[in-house]
């Protein structure tokens, strides 16, 4: 066998030390990006006018404290910006909620032709539909019936809206997600405001890997005898913070009832026709994560609606 010499054989092994490093480093400079998709809505200042053009050096995030990357900022009022709409009613609701049932149809009626729509009711802990997803908004209005009004009805609205996270009736990748809940909020396992309630901080988290905007509509589902004022406000904080954290918006009038939804619903209309898909790089180390996320524009609307968490995945498994 001839004879290696020593200074080769050093060389050799210095190199494959090196190659190995610089392999390493690739795989962790890999796994350390994430990407992740949000949807903003931009408003602009008056009705009917345009929203004020945004270019991706006008937009800064940052992901769980850090600067993320914008890879695109597209607006999503086209033809071909699909939308995938359920309307969650509580099913412990009053019957008062049948005043309602009308203009929740004529909302249901207005909606483009890319939105496909459904509705659920909250049922033991679960979003159960009564007709498929679906752009036949004639179909989708059959579904649409009178709460039960049972007291046992929900466990928790936060419960039901897990479920449906978990199980939305599409795989469309391409539509954003909009959920509109009816409720008074209250989580019956925590009657007083908790802001760390553990099934409230559940219901956001599979609603943000789920990528859902969640809106709500406050309604009280039992009356002054059964409430308390602690109560009352502790739904609509938690309401609050649910739609904080997915981008959305909760609409309530004090603690009663509204005497119309009509300006709630013309407000959502607004919205659905002015919102944006952001998409950003950000670090990310190993498996998905759920992380903080805030945006700042340099061109301002009257009002901008940024979701507080955001999905960060493996740019590998993108």
Not at 94 to 106: K, M, N, P, V, Y
Not at 178 to 206: F, N
Not at 231 to 253: D, R
Request: with cysteine; aromatic share 8%; glycine share 8%.
């Amino acid at each position: 066998m001839a004879h290696i010499p020593q200074r080769v054989r050093l060389t050799a092994c210095i190199a494959s030390i090196l190659i190995a490093f610089a392999a390493s480093a690739l795989a962790q400079a890999g796994a350390g990006q994430g990407t992740g998709v949000a949807i903003v809505t931009v408003l602009p200042k008056h009705e009917g006018e345009v929203a004020p053009s945004v270019a991706n050096q006008d937009l800064s995030v940052k992901v769980n404290g850090k600067n993320a990357k914008v890879t695109r900022w597209s607006p999503l009022n086209t033809p071909g910006s699909k939308i995938e709409l359920v309307v969650l009613i509580d099913d412990s609701a009053r019957t008062s909620l049948g005043t309602q049932l009308s203009e929740i149809a004529a909302f249901v009626k207005t909606l483009p032709p890319n939105a496909r729509a459904a509705i659920a009711y909250m049922e033991n802990g679960r979003a159960s539909f009564s007709g498929p997803l679906t752009d036949d908004h004639d179909q989708v209005l059959k579904a649409l019936h009178m709460p039960g009004g049972s007291s046992g009805a929900s466990a928790s609205p936060y419960f039901c809206l897990t479920d449906l996270a978990k199980n939305w009736p599409s795989q469309d990748a391409q539509a954003r997600r909009e959920v509109i809940m009816v409720t008074d909020g209250v989580d019956r396992y925590q009657l007083r405001y908790d802001p760390d309630d553990p099934y409230v901080h559940a219901a956001i988290m599979d609603a943000v890997r789920a990528r859902l905007v969640v809106y709500s509509i406050y309604w009280v589902g039992r009356g002054r005898i059964e409430g308390s004022e602690y109560e009352n406000n502790a739904g609509q904080n938690l309401l609050q913070e649910v739609s904080q954290a997915t981008g959305g918006k909760a609409f309530w009038q004090g603690y009663g009832n509204p005497v119309s939804f009509q300006p709630y619903f013309e407000e959502l209309t607004r919205r659905f026709r002015n919102q944006y898909e952001l998409d950003v790089v950000a670090p990310l180390n190993g498996k998905p994560e759920v992380e903080n996320f805030k945006l700042k524009l340099s061109a301002l609307g009257e009002e901008i609606d940024a979701p507080q968490q955001v999905f960060i995945t493996p740019a590998s498994q993108n």
